[in-house]
């Protein structure tokens, strides 16, 4: 309110407006949201939201009618892995200064676990570096695939379980399951089960299709 309120009392130029950035504004409620509405109308804000939810389910439909969405596309594996080498020879902000050879695998392998997230892998290459063991000659850690699977323990699954991934999640269950395919099926249920989803919410799932879908073509599918 304080920041609107200043935008509303300064005095308009030309290419000089009041820019309001809302980080992860999918965690405004509907109510907070519409505060912006008479400032975005009038002109004296310029909103920019940013959000890693589907902007049709969290953001206000009269906000979002006002606003242009821009989708920001996932990384390559080829752009994670020139961020990694980037960080290796940056001296003031990254690896520089430290005295490691790291084997291409090692940063391919490493692109290919952040699953195409700069963050995750900058963390596990500044991890990894620094656990990896030092040449006694040379003086220089060597980081390669056989060290770099000790540092990795398991990958964190995306999976949010209140949100659009949950949902993404049990209609690809329930794709496979339509499709006659129990191999993809088991790996959606346990990919669930994994991330930390109630595995009754899954069991009911499954009864639900038994009873519904199979259920129209065997009648004793719930039973079994």
Known sequence: KEVTAAAQDRPRRP????IVFVDEIHRFNKAQQDAFLPRVEAGDIVLIGATTENPSFEVNAALLSRSKVFVLQALTSEAVEQILRRA?????????????TVA??????????????????LN??????????????TCVRQLGLPQLEHSIQRRALLYDKGGEEHYN???????????????AAIYWVARMLEAGE???YVARRLIRFASEDIGN????ALTV
Do not use: C, W, Y
Not at 90 to 96: I, M
Not at 106 to 116: H, L, S
Not at 124 to 137: I, K, V
């Open 104 to 121: 291409d695998e090692a940063i391919a392998a490493i692109a290919r676990f952040a699953n195409r997230d700069a963050r995750a892998a």
């Open 88 to 100: 290796l020879v940056d001296q003031e902000h990254g690896l520089g200064a430290l005295e490691i």
């Open 169 to 183: 999640l049990i209609s690809a269950l329930h794709k496979s399951m339509r499709n006659s395919d129990p191999d």
């Open 124 to 137: 596990l290459l500044e991890f990894a570096a620094a656990s990896a063991p030092m040449d006694p000659e």
């Open 198 to 200: 109630d595995p009754l």
């Open 217 to 220: 073509a065997d009648p004793q």
């Open 15 to 18: 290419g000089r407006r009041t």
